[in-house]
C-alpha cells in the first residue's frame, strides 16, 4: 500500500503532462489542415522534375 502514496502523483503528473501536451499542439495549429494531410499521402510526386 505504501507504493500508491508514488504511483498516484506519478500517474496525475503524467496526465498532467500529456494534458498540457494536446493544448500547446493545439495552440501551435497542428489540427488546422485535416484534409492536406489526406491528400497528401495519395501524391505520389511523380509531377517533380528529375535533378
Given amino acids: ?3 500508491l502514496i508514488y504511483l498516484i502523483p506519478i500517474a496525475l503528473a503524467m496526465g ?3 494534458l ?6 493545439l495552440k501551435s495549429g497542428q489540427y488546422e489542415d ?3 494531410s489526406s491528400w497528401r499521402v495519395l501524391d ?3 509531377d517533380r522534375p528529375d535533378t
Fill in 1 to 3: 500500500m505504501n507504493v
Fill in 16 to 18: 498532467g503532462v500529456g
Fill in 20 to 25: 498540457a501536451s494536446f493544448l500547446w499542439s
Fill in 34 to 36: 485535416l484534409e492536406g
Fill in 44 to 46: 505520389d510526386g511523380d
